[in-house]
């Protein structure tokens, strides 16, 4: 029997392993990780990441051939092949601070895999990582191996949070780079043999392992760029009186562009696109190309752009001031579907109102209070000022309360703010929502989920992002 391993049992170790367990009944599958908590998750009825299918596919298959544990040198020791699905967030001190990928989990893992092996085996990133970061592993490994054979491998995972059981059984393409050596040949084709068990070969890539590692962060950078696009041309749609969903529709037609991914939104968010974008640029600045690195950087900064916008817009509405009002804060996840909040819009959006003194109601179905108040207390690493943002004051912070229900956050409001594409914001009783605000009453809505000719029936004033504007905001004074 196959054995295979997997160092990282978070967001993509977790269900990528399931879904290869599920896949793959004759292969033993583990998957390790350094937290007691997280591994205990996995291991109860309450698994440490919601996301739609997960629960059902691990259940089918826990306990028999998947299993998820601490003992992480036992079952590394036992494998034959090794994924590594470790954190590899942005530095954030030191050589490349604010930009570098930080790859101390990922080296701890290689020394501890060096350490534990007596056995060859094949050793695969699933993580992200920079290019040429196998050459590293591949050093470290080989000077520690006492006789042993390591084939390294790329296999960047393209998932996505919210839909990752579905990317996972239906992939667009499973990337796998290796060395051109007869060896590593041997090795793509061993990795090649467990995704046939379910993705059609001809969706099953080979290339060299530096063609792998870059068309990760080549991908994540082509999808931001694409809403950092749409985003700024929401931003001329607004001062134009054009619709960016009929600007987007029109564009999307053209088969050489396609429909995907040109929602505006008040910013993308989660724990990687700006992460691989910095790492990118890091990169171009480390290789001599500066041009190349300021293109990419330009996507960040319009995303930055984007999330001030929508406070701008929020305060210059209300009279120019925030201060003491209550504004209810419809979704804080990074996107609907998800519990995640890495790098979530809303963390921007609500620091930014808080600057200017609001007071915060906050619900969001699947994120806690908890996750929350460290979210708004944490001071976030500003990569082009590094000692520039300060942490929330205690005051601020102060100034949140989270609820578990819309219509509680919403009550005796003065403004509501949608941050997340939730289904259920698209439902909910707008005419009681109405009822039970201050007035005027006002809706931001940064996901364009609502009908917004509807909600100004009721009597709201509604902005939403791109769109010609509300007729009582037109009065307002000019958003930069
Ligand atoms: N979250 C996502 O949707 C996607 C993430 N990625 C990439 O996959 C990698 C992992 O991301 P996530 O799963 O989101 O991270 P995560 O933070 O959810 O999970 C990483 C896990 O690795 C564990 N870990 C760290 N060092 C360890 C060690 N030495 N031994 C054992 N366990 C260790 C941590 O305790 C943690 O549970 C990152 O490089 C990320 O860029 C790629 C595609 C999608
Ligand atoms: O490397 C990763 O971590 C993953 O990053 C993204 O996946 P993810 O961040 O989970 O979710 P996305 O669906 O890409 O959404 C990212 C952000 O962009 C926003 N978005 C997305 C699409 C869109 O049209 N408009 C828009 O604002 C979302 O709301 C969200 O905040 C990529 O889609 C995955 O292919 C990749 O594997």
Redesign the pocket.
């Known amino acids: 029997m196959v054995k295979i391993c997997c160092i990282g049992a978070g ?2 170790g977790g269900p990528t392993m399931a879904v290869i367990a599920l896949k793959c009944p004759s292969i033993e599958v583990a998957v390790v990780d350094i937290s007691i908590t997280r591994i205990n998750a996995w291991n109860s009825d309450q698994l440490p990441i919601y996301e739609p299918g997960l629960e059902d596919v691990v259940k089918q298959c826990r306990g028999k051939n998947l299993f998820f544990s601490t003992d992480v040198e036992k079952h590394v020791s036992e494998a034959d092949i090794i994924f590594v699905s470790v954190n590899t967030p942005t530095k954030t001190r030191g050589l490349g601070a604010g930009k570098a990928a930080d790859l101390t989990y990922w080296e701890s893992a290689a020394r501890m895999i060096a350490d534990v092996s007596k056995s060859n085996k094949i050793v695969v990133e699933k993580s ?1 990582v920079p290019v040429k970061t196998a050459e590293a592993i591949e050093k470290i490994l080989t000077h520690n191996s006492k006789g042993i054979n390591f084939q390294i491998l790329s296999n ?9 059981i579905q ?1 996972l059984l239906k992939p667009d393409r499973v990337l796998i780079g290796g060395r051109e050596t007869p060896d590593g040949q041997k090795a793509i084709q061993a990795l090649k043999d467990v995704y046939a068990h379910w993705v059609p070969e001809d969706r099953i890539l080979a290339t060299n392992l530096w063609s792998a590692e870059l068309s ?1 962060l080549a ?2 950078a082509f ?2 760029q ?2 950092s696009s ?2 700024a041309m929401s931003a001329l749609c607004e001062a134009t009186g054009a619709d960016v969903t009929q600007v ?1 529709h029109a564009v999307g037609k053209d088969s050489r562009i396609g429909p ?14 700006q992460k ?1 974008i910095l790492n990118l640029v890091y990169i171009c600045e480390c290789n001599g190309l500066p041009e190349v690195a300021n293109y990419w950087k330009q996507v960040i900064k319009v995303n930055d752009y984007q999330k001030n916008r929508f406070v701008n817009r929020v305060v210059s509405s209300m009279f120019n001031t925030v201060s003491g009002k209550k504004i209810a804060v419809l979704g804080f996840a ?3 579907d ?1 519990g ?1 909040t890495r ?3 809303a963390i921007d959006v609500c620091k930014g109102l808080l600057g200017d003194k609001a007071r915060l109601s906050i619900y969001d179905p699947q994120v806690s209070e908890e996750q929350i108040q460290r979210d708004l207390s944490m001071n976030k690493f500003d990569w082009d000022h590094p000692l520039h943002l300060q942490p929330l004051s205690p005051t601020a912070v102060k100034q949140v309360s989270v609820v578990w229900d819309a219509y509680e956050a919403t009550k005796d409001a003065h403004g509501v703010c949608i941050l ?2 939730w289904n259920e914001f698209k439902t909910l009783d707008y005419q009681r929502i109405y009822d039970n605000m201050r007035k005027p009453a006002f809706v931001f809505d940064g ?1 364009n989920i609502v009908n917004a000719e509807k909600l100004r029936e009721i009597g709201f004033i509604v902005y939403s992002i791109g769109k010609p504007l509300d007729p009582w905001l037109e009065d307002m004074p000019a958003v930069a």
Not at 260 to 273: P, Q
């Open positions: 967001y993509v992200t960047p995972e393209f998932l996505a949070e919210g839909t990752a990317d990760k991908a994540n999808l931001a694409r809403i749409v985003n987007s995907k991914f040109l929602n505006a939104s008040v910013g993308f968010g989660g724990s990687c696109f691989d990074f996107k609907k998800t995640d790098e979530t819009p997340t594409e996901r």
